[in-house]
C-alpha cells in the first residue's frame, strides 16, 4: 500500500509490528489518533513509555510487579504451602479473576520450545527449584498450569520429573469439556481426554 | 479485571481507548511490550508522537499530507478536470491502490450525520464549491464515493443539490454485486440495487 505521508508510514510500520495486528488495522488505529486531539496519543506513548521503563518484576515469582515484590507474594493473607506455575503474567491475572485460587504464584516467562531455541535454562525452573529448597517444607503443592499444547505438555513432563525426589505434590489443573461447551463440538482430543480422566460424580 | 501493576493498568486503559480493541487484547499487547526490548516501545511511541505533531493536511483536498500540499495535487500527471469526493483520506489510498483513478480527490472529513452532531459546516464541502469556483471551467466531472450508509447518501444528495446549477457533471461509484461476490449470499438491497441499475452489457 501507498501512504501519502511518511508520518504515517511509519506509524502503520511500528504499529503493525504488534502481535494479531496488520497494516489495515494499524491504518485504521493511526487515522483515529489522527483525527483525535493531540493529547490522546501524548498520553497513550506517555503510558507505554513510563510502563516499559519502570516495569518491575517480583523478585520471588516473577510476576509483572511496581515492587521489588509482587502484590500476592507480600500478602499475609495467601497460603505459601501451595504454588501455581504459569507461563506468563497474564495467566496470574486469569487465574486470580477467579477467586478460586489463595495459594502463589511462579511465572516461568514461557514454556520450553526447541523450535523457537527455548530451553529450560531460558525459563525460570531454575529459580522454582531453589525457592523450594530456601523455603524448606513450606511448599507442600506445586500446581502446573501450562497451556494443554504440545510445548506446554512438554515442560510440565520436565518440572515434574525434577520435582519427582522431593516430598511435594504435583497437580495439574483440570483438563476437560469447557462448562458450558457442547460435547458435540468440542474436538476429539479433549473429549478423549475427559473420559480418560473422568471424576467420581458426587 | 484486576491487574498486578498500576503501569500495567494505565497502559491498558489508554490503549483500550483505541477503536476496536478491547482490555483483553490491550492487555495482550502491552504484555508484548514489555517483553520486549525497550527500543521497540521508543520506536512505536516516537513514531506516533511525531505523526501526531507534525501531521498536515493538504491545503486543496484536505487529505493528510508531510507538505502544504499533497503529491497528488502536485503532481502534473493527473487530471484536475475530474475531483472525486471521500469521506476520509484512507479513502484516498483505496482508491489509489486500485490504480483505475487518474484525477484529484476532495476529503469531507466525514459525513453528514445529524445523530453525531455533525452538519454541512462541520465538513469540507464550503471548501468543494469554493475550489470548483476558484478553478473556474477547469472541474468538469464530481465523482461522489461515499459510503453506501444513510448518512453517505444524505451526504451525496446534499452535495449534488448543491452542485446542480453548476456547469458540472455529478456521477457516483457504481453499487452493485461484488466481484467475485456470489448472488445467493449478497443481501437483497445490494442484489435490487444492482438490477435497478443494471448496465448495458458490452
Do not use: W
Not at 525459563?123 to 513450606?138: D, G, P, S, V
Not at 505438555?153 to 525434577?162: C, G, L, M, V
Amino acid at each position: 500500500m501507498e501512504y501519502p505521508s511518511k508520518l504515517i508510514e511509519d506509524a502503520v510500520n511500528e504499529v503493525s509490528k504488534l502481535p494479531g495486528i496488520g497494516k489495515k488495522t494499524a491504518l485504521r488505529l493511526v487515522l483515529h489518533l489522527v483525527k483525535e486531539n493531540e493529547n490522546r496519543t501524548r498520553a497513550l506513548t506517555e503510558a507505554l513509555n513510563k510502563l516499559r521503563a519502570n516495569i518491575r518484576f517480583c523478585k520471588t515469582c516473577f510476576t509483572i510487579s511496581d515492587e521489588a515484590e509482587c502484590v500476592i507474594c507480600g500478602s499475609h493473607r495467601r497460603d505459601r504451602s501451595t504454588v501455581c506455575v504459569v507461563e506468563e503474567s497474564n495467566d496470574v491475572m486469569a487465574i486470580e479473576n477467579t477467586a478460586q485460587y489463595n495459594g502463589v504464584y511462579h511465572v516461568l516467562g514461557g514454556v520450553i520450545s526447541p523450535m523457537n531455541g527455548i530451553g529450560p535454562s531460558e525459563l525460570k525452573i531454575e529459580h522454582l527449584l531453589q525457592r523450594i529448597a530456601q523455603t524448606k517444607n513450606e511448599i507442600k503443592e506445586v500446581i502446573l498450569a501450562l497451556s494443554p499444547t504440545l510445548e506446554g505438555d512438554t515442560t510440565a513432563f520436565y518440572i515434574n520429573r525434577k520435582l519427582k525426589a522431593l516430598p511435594i505434590k504435583v497437580t495439574s489443573i483440570a483438563r476437560g469439556v469447557p462448562v458450558g461447551g457442547n460435547l458435540e463440538y468440542t474436538d476429539e482430543i479433549t473429549l478423549g481426554r475427559s473420559i480418560t480422566g473422568r471424576v467420581v460424580f458426587d
